[in-house]
Structure formats: C-alpha cells, structure tokens
C-alpha cells in the first residue's frame, strides 16, 4: 500500500521547483550590469601622465591595483612627544612651516579682480527696462542654445564686440595625459586671428595654441566661456570650464616658454574661464594658471620642462545677476573688462612673438605685464 506523499507548504513548493528545472541561470541583474561597468578603469599610461593625482574611485582602484598588501598589516609607528626636536619644530615655524604655495591664488589675483570691477563709463548702462527685459529671456529659455543665442549672445556681448569662436571642438590639441580624452567644445572663446600670428609661430606650437584643424579657427585662446541651460548640471559646468580653461592656459605657457623660459615661475595667470546657469543666473569668473609640478615621475615623463607644471582654477568673483539692475551692471562690466584683459595679454604675447620670429632673436618679453595694449603702441596688431 503506497503511502501518500505528504503535502509540502506553498513556499517550500516554490523552492523545491526552481531547484529540479534543469539548465536554469539566473539572469544578471541591471545593477550588476552598471556597477562591471563602474569598475572598468583608465590604462596604466593614463595614470602614468598625470601632473597630480586626485583622490576618486578610479584612482584609488588603480592604486589597489599596483599595490601588493602585506598579509598582516603592521602596526604605525606613534611618534611620542618626547621624540619631538623643539629646535628643529621652533626653526620650523620661523621659516614659514611647510610650503604652501601650490595652494595659494595667482599673484595677480588682486589686480584681476580689480579690473574686473572696474567700471566702464564709454559703455552706456543697462536701463532698469532692459534689466526686466534680460530677466524674462533668460526665464523663456528652455535649453543651452537659446540660452547662448538670446542671452550671451544677444544681451552680454552687444556693449563690446570682440572676435570670438562659438562651440568649436578643440580637436588639434596635445593631449593632458598622453592618453585619448574627450575633445573639449567651449561654448565661447576668444583668441587670436590666425592671421595676426607668424606662421612660423603657429607651426611650432600648433598642437597647443591653435585649437582647431579649421585654419581659420581662432588661436592662443585665453577666455573660455561654458554656459548650461535650465536643467544642465552644475558640477559638469564647472568641469567643462576647467577642462578648456587648461587647454587654454597651457598654450598660453607654452608661447611664453618658448619666448622665455625664465619667466614661467611668476605664478600669475593670463588665462580667464566664466561659466553661466540661467536658474540661480550666476555669472562666475575663474582664473588658471600654472605651478610648478613636484612629481618627479611627471617630469620623468614630460619632453621639455615647459611640461613640468600643473594647473591651478581659482575662483575670482561671482554676480548674481537677478538681483538688481546695479548688479547686473556691475555683471557686464565684468564680462566686458575680463574679455578686455584677456585680448591686451594676448596682444601683448602676440606682438613679442612675431617679433622674434622675424628678427630670430629673443623678443622683449613683459612677463607678468598687465598694462594695456595701448601703453606698448600695439592696440588692434593682434585681433
């Protein structure tokens, strides 16, 4: 007499019959897609190339990588207070304390700032009807190209034209890190006519001043513009901004190294970024400029010491341009003024190097010069 089976519990039934279907995988879950996707990391020559490392996820996975951990960690060895020399710690202190120049702004900070406030009374001041005006064009936009056609271009730049490139891809420049990045598109940059530049020049130091495979492209770009529209990302402005501001810096240090290289370590900036987001209306000024590198291994790696730098974004000041007609004046005056000092440090690097290539002889080099072009007789030699 066969026995009946006993009955088993709705759940263990579930159970059991995912455990007897033959050939059943399960299916990887889109979470485990994203995060193998996460983990893949940059080429070892990438990590090799950069100036300075940053501590990311990426960096300390290539870390763990190259590292071999012992099996048992050792212990850190604790420096009592009585192993501390006083003398060595007093003449420590007297001398400064540790070296923390990387870390401070560009000489010229004050000076830029300066200009940037200054007002400028040849421009006409914006109407308190033109003030409403900005404020509901930029509320009517609804993404980045209205926001560069009716705001920047329509509203900032009519009090002062100046020569100027509109998202054009930097496609002829030398890599950062040696290795393949994303080819960078400023919404807005000004430089140099390609015109107004020694060809022997531009051959020289084609793969850092001159941007664009396009030779009629501006060169020696030194103010960098990014602009998002009303859902853009905040943090991927601000990187973008970086990212051209660098490019732009970095050829402005290689014309001057090739000029005169003892005048690279002067700490100040030639180089202005700006960024725009039409939601809180923040108009911001950054400036780049380059330190000395102290990795050793980055130096190893550079071909000239021109290389042996890296590159510093300081903010410089902000307006807020919605908050009345006298600040958002003081806006334009600013983007006025920071494209004006912009074009005399270009004009002034410019002038110096078609002539030393005309007279192959090391050319009067102003180094950290910030007076005007008009001052040198040079006003309008470089548009």
Known sequence: MSSKPAEVPRYEKREL?????????????????????????????????????WLTTRSLREFDRRTVWPSTPKQPHLTGAAQI???????????GG??????????????????????IPSSPA??????????????SCINEAEVMNNVISGIFAVRKPLPHGLTSQFNNLESLTGCELVEPMPDWHDGIS????????????????????????????NFLFEVKGPDGSITILLRQAMFAGVLGA?????????????????NKAYT??????????????????PTRSNNTAHQALSSTPARYYTYRMTKLKAWMLDSDVDTFNKGMWAFQNARQWAKEQ????????????????????????QGSSDELGMDGACG
């Open 17 to 53: 019959e995912v455990e007897e279907t033959p050939g059943l995988t399960a299916l990887p879950t889109p979470k485990r897609q994203k995060l193998k996707h996460q983990q893949q990391n940059f080429p070892p020559s990438f990590w090799d190339n950069l100036s300075q490392l």
């Open 85 to 95: 020399d006083s003398n060595q710690l007093v003449q420590f202190a007297q001398e």
């Open 98 to 119: 540790p070296d923390l120049r990387d870390l401070r702004a560009p000489q010229n900070f004050d000076e830029i700032v300066a200009r940037l406030e200054r007002p």
């Open 126 to 139: 914006f109407t308190a009807q033109e003030f409403t005006d900005y404020l509901v064009v930029n509320k």
């Open 194 to 221: 390609p015109s107004s530049l020694a060809v022997t020049v531009r051959n020289r130091l084609e793969n850092f001043i001159v941007p664009s495979t396009n030779p009629s492209r501006l060169c020696v770009p």
């Open 250 to 266: 970095r050829g402005v240090h290689e014309l001057r190294h090739w000029l005169d290289p003892h005048t690279l370590d002067d």
């Open 272 to 289: 202005i970024a700006a960024t725009y987001e039409p939601v809180q209306r923040n108009l911001i000024f950054y400036a780049i400029h």
């Open 346 to 369: 270009r004009d002034l690097l410019c002038a110096a190097a078609n002539l030393k290539a005309e007279s192959k002889e090391p050319a009067f080099m102003a180094s950290g010069s």
